[in-house]
């Protein structure tokens, strides 16, 4: 069976608006047959053997390697009881061993469950217990085989396996580590419910095949960030995840199989790197230069020496290394593709890092719920200002009336963004209300308030759940976020609706200004008064040296909206 991508458009048959400036060299009706996940690496080990794969700090290790390695980590997970169906944890930061489990895990049938490392106790606790994960991989570093270590015995996990850091360093990193940083090497318990990454290994690879059918094998449990009520287990199969490592292919026509470089700072257990810095590069044969995390100097430095070409981030990091005061000591020249997401992309922040690096830096867009990619700007087309671009091969994008959730809305006007396309999830784990409501009229809700101009590029306004609504009238943060953007002095910008007696809800703005620039609310006033509606005029301007973020580097706004709550909340019980 193949999936027609681009089925379900239009049912007037009409061409969809989006073809008018599809870039010419990208075919959106592409078809795509179901896959295992597990096809990318089986093929990247036969095509790419001798290549490299990963460059972890200076420790290089070809597809080849990768290959035996997730052989030997499947036949150990099966020895130790991992059947299809099961869920594998990955507590990790980014490694090899990320990469090995992930793909070792998935070629025996299990599925994967990714955890944010730096979640706090009791949110890991109820990722576990929710998605019944069994097996937890993580690494023997104290800052995290000490909490999955506590969830033993409180929760539905068994045994944990623990790799250690040393290993994937390379020489003589890999024998100073135990010494210099022996402080941070965990207690690692010695029991039957510990299985160490060594002992696991030691086996000839040859697993016991598993059929999988992709289209009904869930591959990953990707957990939802939980702005509202507790995290929601995104079922993606292998189908879905397949799909969207192809469409991104189509989406770069001109990349070289087994040429391509990769940068992956991105941490791995986030959707989005998941599948544009691991899943894609290992379709590509691209060798994936992975940091642990983002560190400025180190990513600049790498950046220079390694000489990536490709660059997926966040506009956070690409803020950061347009600002840094050395920047142009640092050749980047060697990147050619820089895909955004997670967050919108300042105008600012593309034009000065474009100019910088030659490369052309283009905004996307996805959910957690759509493996994650539905649009992106073209590499070789437009790329138009404030856009999240075209939809991905066989994407299809519906503007949804905003107050029956049904009604199809004609170009131009703003409604409820809606998807539909290979990618998109098979539902939320153990949530049927949930998605049922999500997949409303067999297509997902995005939550996001957007529309399409004359050539089908898509703009969003705002999430519908971050909408102002001021003396009756809606408010869009991101417009005025775009509008305070425009500042030159300005570097990151966070609008959020905070309480008001009068209107219900009032705007407020949290700046942070370049480094060693000087502004008072007052003259930035003045600046918006021209660019804004007395309406979406911020009440109140608050200039902060840094503020809130994901561990992705998004900007977050929950921490701001909690903190506002708590003060409107203290001077009312304050005035009685």
Known sequence: MTQMMGAGIDPGGAEPVWLRKYPADVNWRKTISPAPLTSLMDHAVKTFADRPAVDFLGKILTFGEIGR?????????QQ????????VGLFLPNTPYSIVYYYAALTIGATIVNFNPLYALREIEHQVNDSGTRVMVTLDLAVVYDKVHELLGKTCLERIIVCPMAGVLPFPKNLLFPLVKGKEIGKVEKSARIVQHKALMQNDGRY??????????????????GTTGLPKGAMLTHANLHANA????????????????TMVVLPLFH???MTVCMNYSVLAGACMIMLPRFELDQVLETLAKKKPSLFPGVPTMYTAIAHHPKIRAFDLSSINY?????APLPLEVKQTFEKLTGCTLVEGYGLTETSPVTHCNPFNGISKEGSIGLPMPGTTIEIVDLEDGETVLPQGSRGEICIRGPQVMAGYWNKPEETAKTMAGGRLHTGDVGYLDEDGYAF???????LIIAGGYNVYPRMVEEAVYLHDLVEECTVIGIPDEYRGQTVKAFVKLKAGAHLTAAELTAFLKERLSPIEMPKQIEFRDALPKTLIGKLSKKELVQEEKEKYEARRKAAG
């Not at 390695?69 to 997970?77: D, F, P, T």
């Not at 820089?338 to 997670?342: A, D, H, K």
């Open 69 to 77: 390695m997730v052989g030997q980590a499947a036949k150990g997970l």
């Open 80 to 87: 130790i009881g991992v059947k299809p169906g099961d869920r």
């Open 208 to 225: 016991a095949p598993v059929q999988i059918d992709p289209e009904t094998a869930v591959a990953v449990l990707q957990y939802t960030g």
């Open 246 to 261: 192809r469409q991104l292919e189509a989406w770069f026509p001109d990349a070289r199989p087994g040429q391509e470089r």
């Open 271 to 273: 959707v989005f790197a």
């Open 338 to 342: 820089c895909l955004s997401g997670g």
């Open 460 to 466: 969003i306004v705002d999430r519908i759940k971050d």
